[in-house]
């Protein structure tokens, strides 16, 4: 069963807009990582955040996590066309567990 | 970080007959995972192979419909057998890095099944 739950299912925005997506998940994580899929084709790895951060930025990336309410969230700010692709939440319980990923986010960004 | 290649793309096949995914990376890894992906779903994980032993399957899965090699620390396939519509999917291998749990994707198969 999946472990994390993205919200809002699907989004969207206008380029240069920040778009904002949320994961929450039900047990305890070592750590939880966002990936984007484009066009069904393989998933990229965007961020990892450890179970002790709350809060990471990679470019125009923003991860949050807040383990007492188990969630997380993925900021993608300034946004452009080519950033319109899924996007996955994915936990792992520790090292060399398998990874569990939500249902992912369908992320449109308008020109 | 690890280049995956997986072959075919995508393919579209009869209903009964059998396909054989193939996985290349550009590295020696310890395992290797095979994921389905059903339309507009979300990855479900079939098995991690394992080199010089069975591979692990998930609870749904069975060897029998979803055989898999892996003959050395590079390579890896996948085989969806005696297939049915039901098995029109993305099929995804991938590789973990040094225990942290980040994976690498290969670009996917999409099947189609008739």
């Not at chain 2, 085989?79 to 690498?104: A, H, Q, R, W």
Request: glycine content about 8%; proline content about 3%; charged content about 15%.
């Amino acid at each position: 069963s999946q472990q994390g739950e993205e919200d809002p299912q699907a989004l969207s925005i206008q380029e240069g807009e920040n778009a904002t997506m949320n994961c929450s998940y039900k047990t305890s994580i070592n750590n939880l990582q966002w990936y984007r899929q484009n066009s069904g084709r393989g998933l990229v790895h965007l961020i990892l955040i450890r179970s002790n951060e709350r809060e990471k930025h990679s470019g125009r990336l923003r991860v949050t996590l807040d383990t007492s309410k188990k969630s997380s969230s993925l900021l993608i700010t300034a946004s452009r066309a080519a950033d319109t692709a899924s996007y996955f939440c994915a936990t792992d319980a520790g090292a060399n567990s398998k990874l569990t990923f939500g249902k992912g986010i369908t992320l449109s960004v308008r020109p | 970080s690890a280049v995956i290649s997986q072959k075919p793309s995508r393919d579209i096949c009869q209903r009964g007959t059998s396909l054989t995914i193939q996985c290349q990376v550009d590295s020696q890894v310890t395992m290797m995972f095979w994921y389905r992906q059903q339309p507009g779903q979300s990855l479900t994980l079939i098995a991690t192979a394992n080199q010089g032993s069975e591979a692990t399957y998930e609870s749904g899965f069975v060897i029998d419909k979803f055989p898999i090699s892996r003959p050395n620390l590079t390579f890896s396939t996948l085989t969806v057998s005696n297939m049915s519509p039901e098995d029109s999917s993305i099929y995804l291998c991938s590789v973990g890095t040094g225990g942290i749990g980040k994976l690498f994707f290969g670009s996917g198969t999409q099947l189609s099944v008739l």
